[in-house]
């Protein structure tokens, strides 16, 4: 029930935009090419797989004029502070923040193959994305109605969240809060935190997974995850 009161409070609370006609979509790609994140389960630096779709994110959002102004935060994948991607977004005037990742799991999750002749840690256990907002953040409740709508989203399109993170969120701060839809709440995640307009991370699969690992390396599921992403800002910004 509480999903549909939200999005009521939504309507509500944007009626007061509804003359803007452009919106600047702030995508922040997860780590940098010096500090890459998680390791696939074949050796791939996380960020190489975030750049693939925060860069055909922007590419897709700016085939619409609404979204023209849009911007990836760390282009170059230079060393940036947290506390700074946040605060370019807030001076650029971004409406929406969406920091884009791929996700790992645990070490105690973790197995062991060989690949290519390397030893490589993977983990077959669980698959599906995660969406993660904080109450910190300067909006948390349109951040939360966009986590809403994109997790909704995702499960119309025939994603299945995933719930491995649930152990590690559990009560304060960090919390699932959303089992359906694969929300989380994590207050102090300081992009979330530090950012004044609504913001969600999105780990769109996880890449410890053997086979999730290709599923996301490919184009065509790349287009798919961003094709959400897109429905789900045009739904948000729907008049
Ligand atoms: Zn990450």
């Not at 094709?227 to 045009?234: C, P, R, S, T």
Request: with cysteine; hydrophobic share 40%; aromatic share 10%.
């Amino acid at each position: 029930m509480w999903p549909f009161l939200l999005i009521f409070f939504w309507g509500a609370a944007l009626s007061s935009e509804c003359g803007a006609k452009e919106y600047k979509i702030a995508i922040d790609i997860g780590h940098s090419q010096s500090v890459p994140g998680a390791l696939s389960a074949r050796g791939v630096p996380e960020y190489q797989f975030n750049k693939q779709v925060a860069t055909l994110l922007l590419q897709k959002l700016l085939q619409d004029k609404r979204f023209k102004g849009s911007f990836i935060i760390n282009e170059k994948g230079g060393a940036i502070s947290l506390a700074a991607r946040a605060a370019l977004a807030n001076r650029q005037g971004a409406a929406l923040f969406i920091s884009i990742h791929h996700d790992s799991v645990e070490p105690k999750d973790l197995s062991h193959w060989l690949y290519q002749g390397e030893n490589r840690a993977y983990c077959d256990k669980f698959t599906g994305h995660s969406i993660f907002y904080s109450e910190e953040n300067g909006d948390p409740l349109h951040s939360l109605i966009f986590a809403i709508i994109l997790g909704s989203e995702m499960l119309r399109q025939g994603f299945c969240p995933t719930l491995h993170h649930a152990e590690k969120f559990t009560g304060g701060d960090k919390d699932l809060i959303d089992k359906t839809r694969g929300i989380y709440k994590y207050n102090k995640l300081v992009v979330l935190k530090n950012t004044k307009m609504p913001a969600i991370l999105f780990e769109c699969g996880i890449i410890k997974n053997r086979s999730e690992e290709l599923k996301v390396s490919s184009h065509k599921y790349q287009n798919k995850i961003v094709k959400v992403l897109i429905d789900a800002i045009n739904i948000f910004y729907a008049k």
